[in-house]
């Protein structure tokens, strides 16, 4: 296991700082505001793939059991059918892409709109139609333990392209090549799955019978996708329609360094979910209780040094990485790294709640999407970038923090609301005396200018040191956290 997390932590780090090092160049030779379209471009194409609706994780749950049994037949069937199903998707997602051509002008607050920007289109559309060719490998694979194998391939293939695209854009400077290097990417992709498939499945047929276990599954697993999607993926899209294409490109960048973290902390939850899955099974309520006290109070932890350190970090490796990108205010990343703090969090509260089963809180993600969206909305008329982070605070606050958890308390612990008060309102006691005390102890250490990346990373290392040394001690007030310290989260 501890190989595996290594793997992942290396391959990880190496495909976001190709990202950067790409990013970098993108906004030097092509601009600013062509970055801002491709994030847009990647937002509005969730929306259109939410008739995937969930499926690839309720296609890769119905694999385990035959999977393991070498039930070849059922194998077969539930492959043949994930395929035709994709084939479908593919189609339509096809249509709806042509279809939305008109609109996207709509989207846009640009004083160049070019009519190359339908065309950057048409080819996203076809880039993410491309994915299709291989999607049903990626399911198949995974279920049947080969996730490590499909990174390999994934990150390996998009990182000699990302080089060629590098080298594409500074001789050509142009965002059509880009685009066609990443359809180009995936056909590569599709070519070494298929390969290893006939290689490793010869054993799976064709067959025209349909697994319709998979419909059931969808059914729940959709409600959460649209919730995730609309808090996930809105933010820039009504940036854009409130702000300039330049916003975006500039949100986006900040965005990335903020979605590196998560990917970081991803790894390490994605180890710990199944081991959570047993634990959950062979002990009762109680020491599941106790158990997920000693893991989330070490998740606020490191995501209250994360945030922190990003905090005083961020606006001088945004100087060192892309130089002439203006920064964002103040204000507006105290909002950004709120929200940053929310999602490093969450990761374990689901984690315990997939664990136990507790799927069918529909009323969740419709919540916090229609809150999200509504108040995102109505603030971003007023205050632009600003009131479109609030927006996701505001529903992230309410949902994430206070109704998730109570439902969680409830159907997993057997506990109530007063207990949910107590826990959680020991956190923020914590986390604000965290804050405070950082700030009286770093303003000392802070610089403005660095120079140099050799500089920046012995400025990281002092602040990062000054942090963990700092909030480390402030937690060890809370008994949970001590507890989590000594049982150093063995999960047997």
Excluded at 380 to 386: P, Y
Excluded at 481 to 488: E, S
Aim: proline residues 1%; contains cysteine.
């Amino acid at each position: 296991m501890k190989k595996e997390i290594i793997i992942n932590f290396v391959i990880t780090f190496l495909a976001n700082a190709m990202l950067f090092i790409q990013n970098k160049y993108f906004i030097q030779y092509i601009g600013i505001e062509s970055l801002g379209v491709m994030k847009l471009f990647s937002q509005l194409l969730a929306y259109l793939n939410i008739v995937e609706m969930g499926l690839g994780s309720a296609s890769t749950f119905a694999l385990y059991s035959p999977l393991v049994k070498k039930d070849y037949k059922k194998i077969s069937i539930v492959t043949n059918t994930i395929e035709d199903i994709y084939n479908k998707i593919a189609i339509l997602l096809l249509g709806l892409g042509f279809l939305s051509i008109p609109f996207l002008k709509f989207f846009m607050k640009t004083s160049n709109f070019s009519n190359n920007i339908y065309f950057y289109w048409i080819l996203y559309v076809l880039n993410t139609v491309s994915t299709y060719l291989f999607i049903k490998y990626i399911i198949l694979f995974t279920a049947n333990q080969e996730f490590l194998y499909v990174r390999i391939v994934q990150t390996s293939s998009r990182f000699i392209f990302q080089i060629i695209q590098i080298l594409c854009i500074v001789k050509f400077g142009s965002f059509y090549i880009f685009i066609i290097l990443l359809i180009v990417d995936n056909i590569s992709q599709w070519v070494i799955f298929k390969i290893h498939y006939r290689k490793k499945y010869y054993f799976i047929e064709k067959t025209k019978e349909k697994f319709e276990g998979i419909k059931s599954d969808i059914k729940n697993l959709f409600w959460h996708k649209v919730g995730g999607l609309v808090v996930f993926n809105t933010d820039l899209i009504l940036i854009s329609k409130f702000s300039f294409l330049e916003i975006v490109g500039i949100y986006a960048s900040y965005q990335m360094i903020f979605q590196v973290l998560g990917t970081l902390i991803n790894v390490i939850t994605n180890v710990l979910n199944p081991k959570i899955g047993k634990f959950i099974a062979q002990n009762d309520k109680d020491n599941i209780y106790i158990k997920f006290k000693s893991i989330n109070i070490l998740y606020c932890l490191i995501s209250t040094i994360l945030t922190c350190c990003l905090y005083v970090l961020i606006d001088t490796f945004i100087k060192l990485w892309l130089k002439e990108v203006p920064l964002l205010s103040d204000f507006t990343l105290k909002l950004m790294c709120l929200n940053v703090w929310v999602n490093l969090f969450r990761g374990i509260l689901e984690s315990f709640k997939t664990g136990a089963g507790f799927f069918d809180d529909i009323k969740s993600p419709i919540i916090e999407s229609v809150i999200n969206l509504i108040i995102s909305i109505i603030l971003g008329v007023k205050l632009g970038l600003d009131g479109v982070i609030i927006g996701t605070i505001i529903s992230n606050i309410i949902v994430i923090l206070i109704y998730k958890p109570i439902l969680v308390f409830e159907r997993c612990f057997n506990k109530d609301w007063k207990e949910y008060v107590k826990v959680y309102g020991n956190y923020l006691i914590l986390v604000l005396l965290s804050i405070v005390s950082l700030n009286i102890v770093i303003k000392p250490f802070i610089k403005e200018n660095i120079n140099s990346w050799f500089s920046w990373i012995i400025y990281a290392i002092k602040i990062s040191s000054i942090s963990f040394i700092v909030i480390f001690t402030v937690f060890l007030l809370n008994k949970d956290f001590r507890r989590g310290i000594k049982d150093n989260i063995r999960i047997k």
